[in-house]
């Protein structure tokens, strides 16, 4: 199981950042595209309850947007980077 998962779109700014954020951290992940994988999309309104994105699951908690406090904890806590 993937232990961050990065639910995301080519057009959105916030998942751009988020990527970048992550990549300088030396965080690896796996992008789902919601534009081109339904099932993706689907994960995301479940995951989430909503449509925004970017929805990042770390660990198995869910983060809405480019929260970089809430991301940072939830890689602390799941001892990821």
């Known amino acids: ?3 961050v998962i990065i639910y995301s779109a080519s057009w959105c700014g916030f998942c751009h950042a988020t990527k970048q954020y ?6 690896k992940y796996k992008e789902l595209d ?3 994988d339904p099932k993706a999309a689907e994960a995301v309104v ?3 309850g909503q449509r925004g994105i970017p929805v990042l699951d ?3 908690d869910i983060i809405v947007g480019f929260d970089r406090p809430k ?8 001892k990821i980077s």
């Open 71 to 78: 991301i940072d904890q939830a890689l602390k806590a799941h």
């Open 22 to 27: 992550l990549d300088k951290l030396g965080v």
């Open 46 to 48: 479940e995951k989430s």
């Open 58 to 60: 770390i660990g198995g």
């Open 1 to 3: 199981m993937d232990k």
């Open 34 to 36: 919601i534009d081109h």
